[in-house]
């Protein structure tokens, strides 16, 4: 017979409590110190670090285990004891390294008076998963831009009220961000109820107005120099792209998407110029593709989006270019995880008539709309980089360009004089390892030109990041019955 009074006697619990408290240090620790798990993968591209590193495949599993545990302490103590800033990368007496954050594809979800409590507890835990994320990263590497590809949230049939829910959950939780202006807004624009409303009657006839003079339409695209939107409060540039769960596809898209992503999220597409006149010029360039072909509902939003690409190839800009956007280019089956496909609403779409034969969902551009594209971008033949979601998978791609015909070629190697990496950011989603993408721009003063490296910094599964939350709670309540017993 076993004793049950035993088992509830004090010193098991007192054992049960060192247990647990172990497991939620050692979690907790790790979830704040993940990246030097793997120090070069999260670090700015910088070639001294990268060389360093051993080769492990020589060694036996005892001083692999070792070497890696070393690795990881000593980047710990680097950066969350001595506080290590990274560097600026202007030590040789150039300009400063554009280091740049990027996340694909948050998808943040909704909840729904039906929705049940675990989902609930599953959802409000991803948010502080994911903003955990955004904080450890924005902590280790003081990012000069932090940038999402698109997919905010995961459906485009959401209500304004819901939108402006889940944009502030979004601003919050994921990215710490001060939302009084969020709440000023709702003042301002909301139905009787007093929930977020947009006006967007008066938004798309502001913009009709503009579209009706003679070209070029003062569609106030461009910026120059911008470092921050709002100095006073971050030294970083917040940079939005759409995603097609956030205004749709072109098949989709109304006034009310565009008109209140545009209220909350900004202009859909604008570049911004850096140190234009000097040597070393470089742009951001920040593209809508989801408007750019059909067969679409409105399609005066495509006009928008081909006038915007067209006053960028008139800039007469000199620098190199760094293109955000969310679908990705043209490319063959076998490339990266999706393929081309194209889908379009049914001639009898008997729930939403008026979208019979409408565009419904793209993996890619279509070839064309990619040839044209990059011709515009790359106008000046300088390379660059561009940075797209949407496949979740995460890929790298090279566009090729063949001055013969103008038109570009994927692949995996660089071909062509002109040759600019794609790369599709793997998601930060749990189910994909909570990513960070990282892209460094480094200017190189023999060729004139800013390189650019990317990497990818994973999280892990979210589990451990549960696991160390539940702990906590969990030694809590034990040390306290331990305690009182
Ligand atoms: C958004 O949040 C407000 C305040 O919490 C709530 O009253 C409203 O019902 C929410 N909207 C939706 C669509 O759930
Ligand atoms: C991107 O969104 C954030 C949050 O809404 C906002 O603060 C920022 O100004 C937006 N960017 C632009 C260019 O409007």
Redesign the pocket.
Known sequence: MIDYRYILNKKFFKWCSILSTIITLSTTFYIYTYPSAYPARCSWYNAAQDGNDVDVNGLDHMSRALYYTKRYLKDVYKHNVLGVVPSKGDEDGGPQDIHMIAFGDPQIKGIWPSTDYNTRLDIYGNDHYLGHIVSVMEQRLRPSHVAVLGDLFSSQWISDSEFYNR?SRY?TRLFH?DTTWLKDLKELEHDDNGLYKIDWMTWGQSLNRKCEEEKPWNLEFGYSDVHS??PEKEDYL???VTGNHDIGYSGDTTYQHLARYNQ????DN?WIEYDRDTDHPWRIVVLNSLLLEGPALQPEFLDVTWEFLTQLAERNFEGNTILLTHVPFYKEEGLCSDGPNFEYYPEDHASEPYKSKLLRSQNHLSEKVTNEVLNLVFHNKKPGIILTGHDHEGCKTIYNKNFDDDTWTASKEAKSDLAVQEITVRAMMGEFDGNTGLLTGHFDRDQGDWEFHFKLCPFMVQHVWWVAKIFLIVTVLLWSITFFM
């Open positions: 944009s601003l961000r939107w709002d917040f940079i939005n909350v999220f900004g202009k604008y």
